[in-house]
T-cell receptor, first 113, second 112 residues
Framework: KAGVTQTPRYLIKTRGQQVTLSCSPISGHRSVSWYQQTPGQGLQFLFEYFSETQRNKGNFPGRFSGRQFSNSRSEMNVSTLELGDSALYLC????????????FGPGTRLTVL | DQQVKQNSPSLSVQEGRISILNCDYTNSMFDYFLWYKKYPAEGPTFLISISSIKDKNEDGRFTVFLNKSAKHLSLHIVPSQPGDSAVYFCAASEGGTYKYIFGTGTRLKVLA
């Protein structure tokens, strides 16, 4: 069974630009969550989607948005990039019920110059 | 407000000995806890989980203990192997929220 895939793996952008990251979950998984990882901060929860609906979101500004498609693939968008947005962005998929473990992709390393 | 805390940023253990990684939480509504291992340039890998109705769960060399009254969980690795060297994250979730809160991680180094 193929794992969670994320594209691109690396991205360099400049301040003010916008970026879209993509995540393909494990086949059969209907939930996709997004996290931001920065040094010393651990994984910060961005949002979670299930069957194209956002069920929860973290404490991030509105510049961070996401969506999920009918095939469970998900995209995350960050507009008006700031230097502090440089981070590893991880997506995780699960079956979507309570008490289901999440399986992570390798992440997208975003650098904002 | 950090609801899940891993107060030890790093830990070194001799090969063959026990590794004990600790995690504290503040939200009494958390009822599901997980441990993940992360190698550089890879996403976190699920290790083991425990629900709040249990106080212990074992899987091979890995055992997780949950002390609900102290709001504390720990991961024991016995025996530790050099391949266990990685960053370990604990995570917690409250049923119905579909949101996992992660700690900041503990870097484990197992010395050969």
């Amino acid at each position: 069974k193929a794992g969670v895939t994320q594209t691109p793996r690396y991205l360099i952008k400049t301040r003010g630009q916008q970026v879209t990251l993509s995540c393909s979950p494990i086949s059969g998984h209907r939930s996709v969550s997004w996290y931001q990882q920065t040094p010393g901060q651990g994984l910060q929860f961005l949002f979670e989607y299930f069957s194209e609906t956002q069920r929860n979101k973290g404490n991030f500004p509105g510049r961070f948005s996401g969506r999920q498609f009918s095939n469970s693939r998900s995209e995350m968008n960050v507009s008006t990039l700031e230097l502090g947005d440089s981070a590893l962005y991880l997506c995780a998929s699960s079956l979507g019920g309570d008490y289901n473990e999440q399986f992570f992709g390798p992440g997208t390393r975003l650098t904002v110059l | 407000d950090q609801q899940v805390k891993q107060n030890s940023p790093s830990l070194s253990v001799q090969e063959g000995r026990i590794s004990i990684l600790n995690c504290d939480y503040t939200n009494s509504m958390f009822d599901y806890f997980l441990w993940y291992k992360k190698y550089p340039a890879e996403g976190p890998t699920f290790l083991i989980s425990i629900s709040s109705i249990k106080d212990k769960n074992e899987d091979g060399r890995f055992t997780v203990f949950l002390n609900k009254s102290a709001k504390h969980l720990s991961l024991h690795i016995v025996p530790s192997q050099p391949g266990d060297s990685a960053v370990y994250f604990c995570a917690a979730s409250e049923g119905g929220t579909y949101k996992y809160i992660f700690g900041t991680g503990t870097r484990l180094k197992v010395l050969a």
